[in-house]
Structure formats: C-alpha cells, structure tokens
C-alpha cells in the first residue's frame, strides 16, 4: 500500500510539474523583450516572485489532488477535471507568454478560475484537505487575472 502511495504521489506530481514546464519553457523563450516593454500596474510584483509562488502552489495542487486520489468515495470524473485544469494552466503561459495575446490569455485564466473552483468544491465533498489545499492556488489565480486584466487596459 505504501509503495502504490509513494508512486502515485509520484506520477500526480510529474503531472502537475508538466504545466511548470511547459508553462517556464514558454516564458523563457518568450518572454523577453516583449514583457519587458509592456506597461505594467504597480501592483505587478517583481520578476522573482513568480518561481517560487508558483513552486509552493504545484506543491499544494499534488498533494491536493493526491489526497483526493486516496480518498473513499472519490470520483474519477474528477480526476479527470484536474487534467483539463493542468492543460489550461499550462495553455495560459503559452498564450501570453508565446503568443503574446493578453486577451486571450486573460479569457484562459477565467476558465481556468471556473475549474478550479469546481475542484474545490468537489473535492471538499470527499476530502477537506484537499479542498483547503487548493484555496491559495485560486487566490494566486485571482491576482493573476487582476494582473492580466490590468497589462490589457494599460497595453
């Protein structure tokens, strides 16, 4: 049992890790000069905070979705929700980032928010930790549309 935990942990945590990649490989290559030139709000925070937010938030989002995965009464359909919300967190970094369309991206980050307050509720019904686990993560998504919507009406 423990071993079946420790690799399931595992597989959740290459999952979720994917968006980080894929969304960082986006940004990275391209980022720069674009981002750089755009008009930012004072309320966008320095450059350096986003790693490690967003390290600490794909850590919660694992646990979360793991803890839900070992839970009775859990439902695979919601697993299945977790999935699609990876590939719109990983589309939204591909969109702004790679694309350098802020309106779209911005209509990504709305159903992105839609999802995650649909996992939230559907795990609380299953696991309360789990839901808890993914409150920051819409906190931090929040802000990122107020940060999205804010380099749209500024650009």
């Known amino acids: 049992m423990l071993k079946n935990k420790f690799i399931s942990f595992i597989l959740f945590f290459i999952i979720t890790y994917s968006a980080s990649f894929i969304g960082g490989m986006a940004t990275i290559s391209f980022k720069e000069p674009w981002y750089s030139e755009l008009i930012k709000s004072n309320y966008n925070p320095p450059d350096w905070v986003f790693a490690p937010v967003w390290t600490v938030l794909y850590l919660m989002m694992t646990l979360a979705i793991w803890l839900y995965w070992h839970s009775k009464n859990r439902d695979i359909n919601?697993?299945?929700?977790?999935?699609?919300?990876?590939v719109?967190?990983?589309?939204?970094?591909?969109?702004?980032?790679g694309l350098h369309?802020?309106?779209?991206?911005?209509?990504?980050?709305?159903?992105?928010?839609?999802l995650i307050i649909i996992l939230i509720f559907k795990f609380k019904r299953v696991n309360n930790v789990s839901s808890f686990l993914m409150i920051p993560y819409l906190l931090w998504s929040c802000y990122a549309l107020f940060l999205n919507l804010n380099l749209y009406i500024l650009n």
């Open 88 to 97: 719109f967190n990983s589309m939204w970094s591909i969109i702004f980032f």
């Open 101 to 114: 369309q802020i309106l779209l991206a911005l209509l990504i980050l709305v159903i992105l928010i839609i």
């Open 78 to 86: 919601v697993i299945y929700i977790y999935f699609i919300h990876i």
